[in-house]
C-alpha cells in the first residue's frame, strides 16, 4: 500500500530542524497540510511559509511546558478538528561527557528526548481519535539499541525512548492507532555537525553519515507499511543487534569501532569544511552558520 497524503493533517515536532523540515517537505508535497512545531517560533513559521500547497501552520512550542503544549494541541484542534499523523521528532544531544556536565543539562536532556514525546503523544490522543487512520511516528536512533559511551544520556533517553514506543504501539495498535519508530544512525544536520566539531561522540561516524531525506523514506515507509519499527540502513542495525546479544564483550569490541569511527569523523570534518560548513581556528573546529 501506498500512503495517501492528501488532506492529512500532520504535526511534526522540531519541525524546523534538518530532519523535521525534510519530512515537512515531503507530506506537503504529497498533499498534506503540516503542522511545524518547534521551539523557534520565527522558523517554524518561516518553515511553514516555505511548504508547497496550504493549510499549512507553524508554532513555536517549547514541549518542556507541558501548557504550552496543550495550547498548541487546542489551536490545532481549533483549526482542524483531528491530527492524522503525529510525528515525534524533537531531540538534542550534548557533547559534555558524563561526568562534568551539569545535572540540570542531564535532566533537560532526558525531559526532551524522553518525557516530551510521551506526553505530546498522550495529550493528542483526542485529536488523534478523531481521525479515521491515525498514527504515531517516532524518531528514535539506532542509540536506542547500542550503548554509546560516549554520549550516555542520549543513550538513555533513546533507550527508554524505543521501549516506550514499541508498549505503546502493541497498546494503542489494539485501540486502533497505529504506531511506529524509525530508528537511524547518524545524520547529516546542524545537530551532528556541532557534536562534531565539538568532539563528540566518534562511534557514530562508522559510515559516512545518511541524509535526512533518507530518513524521511524510513517514515513514508512506515506510513506505507504500518509496524513497529523502521531501519534507515538494515545492516546497521543488523550489526548492532547482533553485538547487543554479548553485552559483555562491549569493553573489548569498543576500541575497534571507536579506532574506525575516529577516522570517519575527521573526514566528516573536512568534508564539513569543503563544503563551506566547517573551519578550523586556532587549531580547533567551529560551525560556520549557514546564512
Known amino acids: 500500500m501506498t500512503y495517501d497524503f492528501r488532506d492529512k493533517v500532520i504535526l511534526v515536532t522540531g519541525g524546523a530542524g534538518g530532519i523535521g523540515s525534510a519530512m515537512c517537505h515531503r507530506f506537503a508535497s504529497g498533499g498534506a497540510r503540516v503542522v511545524v512545531v518547534d521551539i523557534d517560533d520565527v522558523r517554524a513559521k518561516r518553515t ?10 507553524g508554532v513555536g512550542c517549547d514541549l518542556l511546558d507541558r501548557a504550552a503544549v496543550e495550547r498548541t494541541l487546542d489551536g490545532v484542534g481549533a483549526t482542524h478538528g483531528r491530527i492524522d499523523v503525529l510525528v515525534n ?24 528526548n524522553l518525557l516530551s514525546p510521551l506526553v505530546t503523544t498522550r495529550i493528542a490522543i483526542p485529536l488523534l481519535r478523531a481521525s479515521g487512520d491515525p498514527r504515531v511516528v517516532t524518531t528514535v536512533s539506532l542509540g ?34 497505529k504506531a511506529g519508530s524509525v530508528l537511524p544512525s547518524a545524520t ?30 524510513a517514515v513514508v515507509s512506515l506510513l506505507d507499511k504500518p509496524r513497529l519499527e523502521a531501519y534507515v540502513r538494515p545492516g546497521e542495525s ?9 553485552p559483555n564483550l562491549l569493553p573489548r569490541l569498543f576500541p575497534l569501532f571507536r579506532k574506525r569511527g575516529e577516522r570517519g569523523q575527521a573526514r566528516y570534518l573536512d568534508d564539513l569544511r569543503d563544503r563551506g560548513l566547517a573551519r578550523r581556528v586556532d587549531g580547533r573546529w567551529e560551525l560556520v552558520e549557514e546564512a
Open 89 to 112: 521528532n524533537v531531540g538534542m544531544t550534548s557533547a559534555e561527557r558524563f561526568d562534568v556536565r551539569s545535572v540540570e543539562s542531564i535532566e533537560q536532556e532526558i525531559d526532551l
Open 48 to 57: 511553514a511559509a516555505d511548504l508547497p500547497g496550504s493549510g499549512h501552520l
Open 238 to 246: 543488523r550489526l548492532v543487534r547482533f553485538a547487543m546479544l554479548a
Open 188 to 217: 547529516d544536520t546542524r545537530m551532528l555537525r556541532q557534536e562534531a566539531v565539538e568532539g563528540g561522540n566518534s562511534m557514530q561516524f562508522q559510515d559516512p553519515p545518511q541524509q535526512p531525506a533518507d530518513v524521511v523514506k
Open 144 to 177: 536506542g539499541i547500542f550503548p554509546l559511551g560516549e554520549t550516555p544520556i542520549y543513550t538513555a533517553s533513546k533507550f527508554g525512548l524505543r521501549g516506550a514506543m514499541l508498549a505503546i504501539g502493541l497498546d494503542l495498535g489494539n485501540k486502533g492507532i
